[in-house]
């Protein structure tokens, strides 16, 4: 009762994966001693526990060859990635990739069909990191607090962005157009594909 469902994703052989946060989180009654758990749901429908005692983890994405799962841990500012195999999942416990804390907050993420990562942050900005984790560019938005993009349309290529609109009073949003908005691009490389959960009748 005191934490909720964050993200959810689904790999590639259709395995839920899902972390609980704190209800307060975001909320000046949170504190860090509030935490919630990183599960995974097999196939069998069995639960594991993957990650416990965790403040807040967004995006879980896998590379295209399935070796690796990341993970942003939003609260620390990291990339965390899991080794991963197709048929057992994560085999190692989660690795500090990356830090966020020179950019800003991350939320979100995407990967594309080359394994090129989109980070989304709060500070109004999306950086884009090719496979071997080198930043290959830095997206200014047009508005702050940029929550989650993703891949979509025939292609594969067009890019959406999710945006936020949290705890801005009525006069900040004059000076904030399209903050809360969804926004729309087309890019160079298609996304990876989604996968989904089969459930059984």
Not at 40 to 59: L, P
């Amino acid at each position: 009762k005191e934490n909720r469902y964050n993200d959810t994703r689904v790999d590639a052989n259709g395995r839920i994966f899902a972390s609980t946060v704190s209800k307060l989180y975001g909320t000046a009654d949170y504190s860090p001693d509030m935490l919630g758990d990183f599960y995974m749901v097999d196939n069998d429908g069995t639960v594991k526990t993957i990650s416990a005692g965790i403040n807040q983890y967004n995006a879980i994405v896998w590379n295209g060859a399935n070796t690796e799962m990341f993970v942003i841990d939003t609260y620390n500012a990291k990339l965390l990635s899991f080794d991963y195999d197709s048929k057992r999942g994560p085999i190692s416990g989660a690795k500090e990739r990356l830090d966020f804390s020179e950019i800003g907050m991350p939320d979100g993420m995407s990967i594309d069909s080359e394994d090129s990562l989109y980070v989304c942050h709060w500070t109004g900005k999306i950086s884009v990191w090719d496979r071997s984790l080198h930043l290959r560019e830095i997206i200014e938005f047009p508005v702050e607090q940029v929550c989650c993009g993703g891949f979509g349309g025939e292609d594969g290529k067009d890019y959406y962005v999710a945006t936020a609109r949290y705890a801005y009073t009525e006069e900040q949003l004059l000076n904030r157009r399209g903050a809360g908005g969804l926004f729309h691009t087309r890019v160079r490389t298609a996304g990876a594909s989604e996968h989904f959960y089969t459930i059984q009748k």
